[in-house]
């Protein structure tokens, strides 16, 4: 998977985004109200522009996460989204 790569403060919100919620020293719901928190902050700071920059990057870091895991198991990096993402 080839893309260009997020700008530079897109990339530190999607590792603060990912802190939050992966954190080990604190709840799921504190986790959430963090990421909560942080998406208010790059609203106000940034606007719009900042929230689509924030959503691309961290949709990339997923998509290459995803790439990666498949790779892994042998998988269709589709399939496996498929799978991950089905209700």
Known sequence: MSH?????????NV?????????DDHSYERGLA???NLVDQIARDEGPAGLCDFTVALSLGLAEALARIAH????????????WFAD
């Open 15 to 23: 590792l603060e985004a990912m802190r939050a919620l992966l954190s």
């Open 72 to 83: 892994e198991q042998g998988l269709a990096t589709a399939d496996l989204a498929e799978v």
């Open 4 to 12: 260009p790569p997020p700008e530079a403060h897109s990339q530190r």
């Open 34 to 36: 963090v990421l909560r």
